[in-house]
């Protein structure tokens, strides 16, 4: 039983990155919420097509914060029994559906736009407009400094999705503030809704961009090939190993996978292949945390049945089985 003099058991690795990711969906979530009644406010008072876009994106803003504590919440179990690889994932699905919000509110909003710049729409109360605007702005550079740490330490997906989001979140609140100003203090007619068009295919972008990481992360793409050659060049010193071939790698949420065959002298005992082994994943281990490696043993010169002879990638180069990816 603790005691009032024990100290509380440190937190596991694990168990700090769940923290770190749920508080900043959770601070994702408050900035979302006070941006969305500051501005369904500031919507009613401007008329402002550039404002009644930037209040649909923070609207879904919410959604998405949502779907991210959602997604590093499942991502922080542990492997069970029908997850033997964890669920790291669910940062990826999480993204996705980020992505998929992202979209319908740049369509929307440019859909808005056009309506507006048709119809030959005005704007009203640039001051009110323009005050939720910058009051939005600092709210969300905070919101971006915690995220930033939060990715630094975690490398987590769905928050470097959500990071991606909010940052788009400055130049559109900026896009708001000109708006109002060349509409209402310079007289330009049409400012308000080319900015809320300018705004929409901004959104699309950044939901293009974000997409592209998280479809990577599904599809099991390989690492880059100048992360697998690190792996290679940190073992390739080992004087028992005689060769390397048939690696793979992939990403799952937070945490890197690879597997690799390693050729040894034929003549080792089983015990010694082993030890191989050992010193071989501490090293990596050392310099790829969070990464788990299978690695299997062969013995110098042994081919399968019916298969080609495989290409010692330390030797030959680690593009050696796919030598389209070599780059330029």
Request: glycine share 6%; proline share 4%.
């Amino acid at each position: 039983m603790a005691t009032l003099s024990e100290p509380a058991p440190a937190r596991t690795a694990a168990e700090e990155r769940a923290l770190l990711t749920r508080s900043a969906a959770m601070a994702s979530m408050s900035v979302a919420l006070l941006l969305l009644a500051l501005k369904i406010f500031a919507t009613i008072q401007t008329g402002s097509t550039a404002m009644l876009g930037s209040l649909a994106d923070t609207a879904l803003d919410l959604v998405a914060s949502l779907v991210t504590l959602i997604g590093v919440w499942v991502a922080a179990q542990p492997a069970d029994a029908d997850h033997r690889f964890g669920h790291g994932k669910a940062e990826a699905l999480a993204a996705l559906v980020q992505v998929v919000l992202i979209s319908i509110s740049a369509v929307g909003l440019a859909a808005r736009s056009i309506d507006m710049w048709i119809g030959g729409g005005r704007t009203e109360a640039a001051e009110t407009g323009i005050g939720v605007s910058i009051i939005a702005m600092g709210a969300t550079l905070l919101l971006l400094a915690w995220q930033r740490h939060v990715i630094k330490r975690t490398n987590s997906l769905a928050i470097q999705t959500d990071h991606v989001h909010y940052k788009s979140d400055i130049l559109l609140n900026f896009g708001v503030i000109a708006a109002l100003v060349l509409d209402q203090y310079a007289g330009i007619t049409g400012a308000d809704p080319v900015f809320g068009l300018i705004i929409a295919l901004w959104l699309g972008w950044n939901a293009w961009e974000a997409s592209q990481q998280a479809v990577d992360n599904l599809m099991d793409r390989e690492w880059p090939v100048e992360k697998r050659q690190r792996l290679l060049d940190t073992i390739r010193d080992n004087p028992d190993l005689h060769g390397v071939h048939d690696l793979r790698t992939r990403t799952a949420g937070h945490r890197d996978f690879a597997q690799f065959h390693i050729t040894v002298d034929p003549h080792m005992t089983v015990a010694e292949a082993h030890d191989v082994m050992d010193a071989i994943e501490a090293k990596l281990l050392a310099r790829f945390p969070d990464t788990e490696f299978l690695i299997h043993t062969d013995p110098e010169g042994h081919i399968e049945p019916d298969a080609p002879k495989p290409v010692d990638l330390l030797s030959e180069g680690v593009d050696a089985d796919f030598p389209e990816e070599k780059p330029a």
